[in-house]
């Protein structure tokens, strides 16, 4: 069984910092990527940034130049820092992680998810 905890988002000012993590946990063999997600009210859910085991990063322009995405491979963890956050940056972020689990020698790719956060961005 494998579980991916994030940690608590917020309410943020307009131009503040917030840093999210997200660990995984369980039967794990290999992490492939792993990556943040956000869905604000009303919309589809979009991809924020992502980073495979090999170190390449992916961004959606909005986000590019402010946040940075980073994998601690020891802990199974990923991070986002956010910086210069927007009111359009207001969302539930859910984490991610493209990964092989299992045990007894059989292993399966499968994606796993957070629970999700809020984060909030208002004066």
């Known amino acids: 069984q494998v579980q991916l905890v994030e940690s608590k988002g917020g309410l943020v000012q307009p131009g503040g910092s917030l840093r999210l993590s997200c660990a995984a946990s369980?039967?794990?063999?290999?992490?492939?990527?792993m990556g943040w997600y956000r869905q604000a009210p009303g919309t589809q859910r979009e991809l924020v940034a992502s980073?495979?085991?090999?170190?390449?990063?992916n961004y959606t322009d909005s986000v590019r130049g402010r946040f940075t995405i980073s994998i601690d491979n020891r802990k199974n963890t990923v991070y986002l820092r956010m910086n210069s956050l927007k009111p359009e940056d207001t969302a539930v972020y859910y984490c991610?992680?493209?990964?092989?689990?299992?045990?007894?020698?059989?292993?399966?790719?499968?994606?796993?998810w957070g629970q999700g956060t809020q984060v909030t961005v208002s004066a």
């Open positions: 991610y992680a493209d990964l092989f689990s299992g045990r007894d020698g059989i292993y399966y790719l499968n994606e796993h």
């Open positions: 980073e495979t085991s090999g170190g390449a990063t």
């Open positions: 369980g039967s794990i063999l290999k992490i492939n990527a």
